[in-house]
């Protein structure tokens, strides 16, 4: 009896390695991303390989909604939560067999960024034989995080300076960049007028926007005629959605100043006046006339304008200058014949005056009378 038992004890010893003990579980894979963005579908691969020293027979693999989590169970939508590993009319794997299923889920475009888990079910039954199977349940774990990449739109505007005459108009450009890490989508763009200024853009809408792009934009102000001199602020206002769908915004504001048309008319006037005098070679009045018009200038804050009458300014102490040299020899050489003339006539003068009298050849014939 001891020698029949024996052989079969040894079979045995020799089959659980080859096999698998018989309260083993089957080696499971899962092949899924780890990281995903809301709004996209997770595919998850389930490979499957029987390990076990038994047969497994209408093996299932299952996601069932009511095993996932309270936090994101509102934000997983499950397309294809269950599939038989077999389905021939066996429905049987056999030991060391290999078979593998596909099952997808959708996480919603609103869930939060975060780690998630949700349960994954193999469920069939486990034996060598049909009638005598009993029951089998596998518990394996989805794990994934959910990552959201959000846009970071910013206005970036020019040190250009901004100033703006009454009745007349500035460009002011700024740069609009994503600054994130997602695109942003449908972005619209508006600046607020007001009674004194109105406002225009030569792009106000940009279709998308991605990560560490840029766009160059332009602003225009036009001052009203009757508007009052000051410091002005408007505001640049964007308006855009992420990759998600949700509405974001950003402001920057702009400072601007309207100056006096009153004394761009003195200033010009100024101007003009200085010039003609320059043409006039009256360099002591276009000096004069530039200064003023420099200071009106100044005021006004137009500093090209500024640098312009003070090149002006330099000429025309320079044509002084010039003009005092070329005057200084003729004004001597006039100085010197009019005194060669006055010494010429004084030594006419002082010559007749020490010119002596001729004497007279006769005596006179009155007699002398002594006494």
């Known amino acids: 009896m001891v020698k029949k038992v024996l052989p079969l004890v040894i079979i045995s010893f020799l089959l659980i390695p080859l096999y698998g003990a018989a309260d083993a579980d089957p080696r499971v894979d899962l092949v899924y991303p780890s990281q995903i963005e809301p709004g996209k579908q997770i595919i998850i691969e389930v490979k499957l390989k029987n ?15 009511n095993n996932i989590p309270p936090e994101i169970r509102d934000y997983i939508k499950i397309i294809d939560g269950e599939e038989k590993f077999v389905e021939d009319n066996d429905h049987s794997i056999n030991v060391q067999d290999e078979v593998s299923v596909k099952l997808s889920i959708e ?3 609103n869930v939060e960024a975060g780690t998630y888990t949700i349960p994954l079910k193999i469920k069939g039954e486990i034996g060598n034989c049909r009638q005598g199977c009993k029951p089998y349940l596998l518990m394996k774990d989805i794990q994934f995080k959910i990552i959201k990449e959000y846009p970071s739109i910013k206005i970036e505007l020019s040190s250009t300076p901004r100033e703006v005459l009454q009745g007349q108009s500035i460009d002011i450009p700024f740069k609009v960049s994503n600054y994130g890490l997602g695109y942003g989508n449908n972005i619209k763009l508006n600046v607020p007028s007001t009674n004194n200024f109105s406002t225009s853009l030569d792009v106000d809408s940009i279709g998308l926007m991605k990560a560490n792009e840029s766009r160059n934009v332009t602003l225009n102000i036009t001052a009203k005629g009757d508007a009052p001199s000051g410091a002005y602020k408007t505001d ?30 003195d200033a010009e006037n100024y101007y003009s006046q200085a010039n003609s005098y320059f043409e006039k070679k009256n360099y002591s009045k ?17 500093t090209e304008k500024v640098n312009e009458i003070e090149a002006k300014i330099e000429i025309v102490n320079n044509a002084l200058e010039s003009s005092k040299s070329s005057v200084g020899p003729s004004i001597y050489i006039a100085f010197g014949v009019l005194l060669s003339a006055v010494t010429m006539e004084i030594g006419v003068l002082l010559g007749t005056l020490m010119r002596k009298p001729k004497s007279s050849s006769k005596q006179s014939s009155i007699p002398k009378t002594e006494y």
């Not at 990759?243 to 048309?261: H, L, M, N, P, W």
């Not at 420099?294 to 006004?300: F, V």
């Open 51 to 65: 390990t076990t020293s038994e047969m497994l027979w209408d093996l299932a693999a299952v996601i069932e909604s």
């Open 286 to 302: 276009s000096l004069e006339y530039y200064q003023k018009s420099k200071e009106a200038y100044q005021k006004l804050g137009l």
């Open 236 to 265: 640049i206002i964007i308006e855009y959605f992420d990759s998600y769908g949700t509405k974001r915004a950003a402001t920057e504001s702009v400072s601007f100043t309207i100056k006096d048309s009153a004394l761009v008319k």
């Open 107 to 109: 996480v919603d475009k």
